[in-house]
């Protein structure tokens, strides 16, 4: 059975506004621990506005996050760091220091950490590199010399370098091509397994929603309009819903794509 203790994220009646315009109102959202919980909706849904809401870098308006059992509203500076080493967010550029090589962007969460001497986050940060499947001669470079898929990887490694309980990626495999799309899958489905991660996925890809979620969390009319498995989504009567998976993308991705893993 799922208890409150299995889940890592709890959201209730979050309101997100800019000015007039009202982005979420009445957002309920829970993510059980060790899930794969998709994110997906229309462009301007408010998908990524809800995940900085999360991780901290928006203040939303009203309602409550909890995170790991712990309400975010108000939680003081120092508890908000401590929470936030236990998760790692690979953003939609990367989101790279440019003057920084691989390896030194991978080093920049494990400095925070009290008495790691230098060569430890060095030998940690290359353990990260080789852990998202780039070659270690890779560590050297800078973003700029980097592939959009090699920058994504970076980006994880990053994202990973403080062995988080959950990830949270944006747009993971937007800008890749179809096949660099399907590798990133692969490595993600084998890291959730291998590392028994959480992850909050916000994508538009259904072929990454098949290949990785145990769950989707459709965003429609400023709020989560439908949870459940990607066969409970196909009877949702909702138009977005029903063109987004019965469409022809939805309906390809569906025959390709592996069963996806529950029940882990
Ligand atoms: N800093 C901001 N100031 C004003 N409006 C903002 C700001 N950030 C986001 N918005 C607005 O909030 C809405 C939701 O944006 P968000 O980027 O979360 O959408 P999204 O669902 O992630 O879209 P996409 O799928 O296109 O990436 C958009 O209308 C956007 O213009």
Known sequence: MT?????VIRIRGLENRFGPHRVHEG?????????????????GTG????????????????GRIAVFGEEMTGIDEDRRAALAARWGVMFQDGALFSSLTLRENVEVPLRGVAGLDPDT????????IAMVGLPLDAAETYPAELSGGMRKRAGLARALALDPEIVFLDEP??????????????????LVQALGLSVFLVTHDLDTLYALCDRVAVL???????????????AVEHPWVRDYFHGPRGRAARRSGPAAPQGR
């Open 47 to 62: 998908k990524s506005v809800l995940l900085r809401s999360i991780v901290g870098l928006r203040r939303p308006n009203a």
């Open 27 to 43: 957002l309920d959202l829970d993510m059980r621990r060790g899930e794969v919980l998709g994110v997906v909706g229309g462009s």
């Open 220 to 234: 429609a009319e400023r709020r989560v309009l439908a949870t459940g498995t990607l066969d409970d989504m196909l």
């Open 121 to 128: 986050r060095h030998a940690l940060a290359e353990l990260k």
């Open 3 to 7: 208890g409150a203790d299995d889940m």
């Open 173 to 190: 495999t937007a800008g890749l091509d179809p096949i660099g799309a399907a590798a990133f899958d692969r490595l993600m489905r084998d």
